[in-house]
């Protein structure tokens, strides 16, 4: 089984996209197909067995349309360019053909001899060369039209093939009789319309593609983030290569201000790097020596020397523009019912506008006016409305999440999340930053917190214990360089010593305190810390104490207040850890939890969350342990971190680049907006056609409204507009 994003060219519309996902999914050896009409792409996961990437293309094109090749960047500038020329040319020929049919009715001056009334037959000619002209260029609109009703799978195209076409024809007729003297026929002459129609739907689907190639631009700027050149290191030489040519285990050079060309580990220098397009962190991050440096993020102030590890499709930044299309390519629920509705929408159309003719033919109101209400049905019933409604929000929606650190792998996550009632969250990792950290300082001698911590630190970073990290973390995290350190000595059990400037340092304890004979007055104060959970670390000269660190997990600035508003959208907030009560509860109280159930089993955290969906509560499960990975794939929405563990990334349905909890909240506003946002422009897209369709028919003609096809299509490219601008609403959405 295999799986390949393909390019596809050609679809318009809704029904384009459908229709092309239901001829996929019917041919052998293709398990399944999803179409994206905003993104213009194929996701097909077919047996490779059975099939290769050219039958593929083959089925496309069978399906009317034309397959790009494999889907690797959103680069349409050379496309975009030539159909602009080409749309500005024929809004040239339209303002044209607008003066010669429409003038006289603005009191422009009627050239006669193209004047209907004095020279008809010109008059008829000059608007067939218009209509020809016109006609070839809305060719690819009669050709899917075409193929699509062979393939029984009607789509816009069709609909407006079809009137147009009827329109066309039935104006030949009126051009032969007007060249056989009767003049009267100048009156049923169409080719005026049949090229504005054309003319008004290039609009639209101009209008279209520019707000497709904006809904798109989160992932363009994801698809362009990495460097096109990168600087090879060779036998002690600098070689300049392309980032095609970069191979697995190859020394690469950064210097500052260029951009990292390729996930890889540092192995000489160090340098701070600007990472906020992954991790939504605006701060530099300090990386040396065995730290993972990630494609496209910025080199501010080092010269650094690291090793190719994860290239092309296997780089941080391939895996998230290929989550965020595919997570665009699934469907929500509400947008599978819309495409049931358009699947039927289409049919729906063409009888009724067959209806409409008939029952004028039969009411005697003449060829001539049921033809006319017969195209204007067509034309206006316009699809396109319906179909963009859902999956330009998603688009948006989903390049808006990544854009911000939140990876959604499908979009139905986007339509469940609206829904939550419940969210379940694991202690240690995900409300807590998982790793020892310096909690509290107090602080005896006549130094600074900084000067002691980087004292401290500076012996701390000779050490392999534990709580050592606690002070290299926070070196590095701070850009604090150690300083040097002489006579090391690790004392089991009781800490560890070292010389700075030829003055020795003691940390650890209150054993080592005694070893070296220092009194301790402090008992009190590290008593205190200890009750708050955390470890104790003296740091002492040889004569007296200086200080006492507080060495805990603690809890990540903002858990408390994501808490509290969760709290306020009335969501049910547990902790689940497999620690004991008493830290349990220590660390709900702080965060504001009041729901704590601690000592569980991963077994029984899966069983908690199968409890609550029994209950009929929509839950999320957040965390990031091995231990967690069951509850995340149990839980109606499973959120981890992009440092959790592989299975528990793999067991989610959303992954946070920022290692903090308000890519929480953010998913649930963009979650909330984005529902809103689809209904709204569904209700607009069927409201149109309710009130549409019946007026095209000719209901309400004896109100005086009525409209004609040129009309009709102007209303359709609004219709769309409205749609679009609705969607693109979205990006609006506030961001904590």
């Known amino acids: 089984m295999k799986t390949i994003t393909l390019s596809i060219q050609g679809m318009t519309c809704s029904a384009c996209s459908n229709g092309l996902e239901k ?47 494999e889907f690797k960047q959103i680069n349409n500038h050379k496309k975009n360019l030539q159909e602009k020329i080409l749309f500005i040319t024929f809004t040239y020929l339209f303002v044209i053909l607008f003066y010669i049919t429409m003038g006289h009715m603005l009191g422009l001056t009627v050239i006669s001899i193209i004047s209907p009334d004095k020279n008809p037959l010109v008059y008829a000619f000059v608007l067939l060369i218009f209509a020809i002209l016109f006609l070839m260029y809305g060719f690819d609109i009669f050709k899917n039209g075409y193929k699509n009703l062979i393939h029984l799978t009607p789509n816009m195209d069709t609909l407006v093939g079809i009137g147009v076409v009827a329109s066309f024809l039935f104006s030949i007729y009126g051009l032969v009789m007007i060249s056989k003297g009767r003049v009267e026929y100048i009156h049923n002459m169409y080719f005026d319309s049949c090229a504005m129609v054309i003319y008004f739907i290039k609009l639209g689907r101009y209008i279209d593609g520019i707000s497709k190639d904006k809904t798109s631009s989160a992932i363009e700027k994801l698809v362009k983030i990495t460097p096109n050149n990168a600087t090879l290191k060779v036998d002690g030489k600098e070689k300049s290569v392309t980032i095609d040519q970069i191979k697995k285990n190859d020394i690469i050079i950064s210097k500052p201000g260029e ?20 991790t939504g962190e605006s701060s530099p991050v300090l990386k040396q020596k065995g730290d993972a440096v990630v ?19 296997e780089s941080t930044i391939s895996e998230i523009v290929r989550l965020v299309i595919e997570a665009s390519n699934t469907k929500t629920h509400i947008a599978k019912l819309a495409d049931i509705v358009s699947g039927y929408f289409v049919p729906a159309v063409i009888f ?37 409604a859902t999956p330009l929000a998603v688009v948006i929606s989903q390049g808006l999440c990544a854009s911000n650190g939140i990876l959604v792998k499908k979009s139905e996550t986007l339509e469940k999340i609206a829904n939550t009632d419940t969210i379940v969250f694991d202690k240690t990792g995900t409300l807590t930053h998982g790793s020892l950290r310096i909690s509290q300082i107090i602080n005896y001698s006549t130094q600074s917190d900084e000067e002691l911590i980087r004292l401290a630190g500076s012996i701390e970073s000779r050490s392999a ?95 408390a207040d994501i808490v509290q508003q969760l709290k306020k959208r009335n969501i049910k907030v547990f902790m689940l850890t497999g620690d004991n009560r008493e830290t349990a509860e220590k660390i709900a109280s702080e965060i504001g939890i009041n729901e704590v159930i601690p000592d569980v089993l991963p077994s029984q955290k899966t069983r908690f969350i199968q409890d609550l969906k029994e209950q009929n509560r929509c839950v999320i499960m957040c965390g990031d342990g091995i231990n967690d990975s069951p509850a995340l794939a149990t839980a109606d929405i499973g959120i981890s971190f992009n440092g959790a563990t592989d299975i528990a990334i793999d067991s989610s349905d959303v992954i ?33 056609n309710c009130l549409m369709i019946p007026v095209a028919a000719g209901l309400f003609v ?35």
Not at 259 to 278: L, M, N, P, Q, T
Not at 295 to 313: C, H, L, P, Q
Not at 539 to 555: M, P, Q, S
Not at 663 to 687: D, E
Request: hydrophobic share 45%; proline share 1%.
């Open 259 to 278: 951009k990292v060309a390729v996930d890889g580990e540092i192995i000489e220098g160090k340098a701070h790097f600007d990472e906020s397009f992954i």
């Open 656 to 688: 946070l680049t920022r290692d903090d909890l308000s890519g929480v909240i953010n998913l649930m506003n963009i979650s909330k907006k984005t529902i809103q946002n689809i209904k709204q422009n569904l209700f607009w897209a069927f409201l149109y």
């Open 465 to 559: 214990h534990p709580i050592s990290e606690s002070f290299k973390d926070y070196l590095n995290k701070n850009g604090i360089e150690a300083l040097r350190v002489d006579n090391f000595e690790n004392l089991t059990g009781l800490g560890i010593t070292g010389e700075i400037d030829g003055k020795r340092y003691i940390l650890g304890n209150s054993e080592i305190l005694k070893k070296f004979k220092i009194e301790n007055k402090n008992i009190a104060d590290a008593q205190a810390l200890a009750k708050s959970g955390s470890s104790i670390v003296y740091v002492a000269d040889t004569e007296r104490v200086l200080a006492v660190f507080g060495i805990k997990d603690t809890v990540k600035e903002n858990s």
């Open 295 to 313: 494609a496209g993020s910025t080199n501010f102030d080092g010269y650094v020397e690291y090793k190719a590890e994860r290239i092309g499709k």
């Open 23 to 69: 001829y996929l999914n019917k041919q052998s050896g293709i398990i399944q197909a999803n179409v994206n009409l905003v993104l213009a792409t194929a996701t097909i996961v077919y047996d490779e067995n059975i099939l290769e990437k050219s039958k593929l293309e083959t089925f496309i094109s069978k399906a009317g349309f034309k397959s790009a090749g």
């Open 352 to 388: 009724a506008a067959i209806l409409t003719l008939l029952i004028h033919l039969v009411l005697n109101s003449g060829f001539n006016t049921g033809l006319i209400r017969f195209v204007t049905v067509l034309i206006v019933a316009c699809p396109c409305s319906l179909g963009l």
């Open 702 to 736: 004896k109100l005086g409204i009525t409209i004609n096809p040129m009309i009709a299509s102007v209303a359709m490219v609004l219709s769309s507009t409205t749609v679009i601008l609705n969607a693109l609403r979205l990006k609006k959405i506030r961001i904590i």
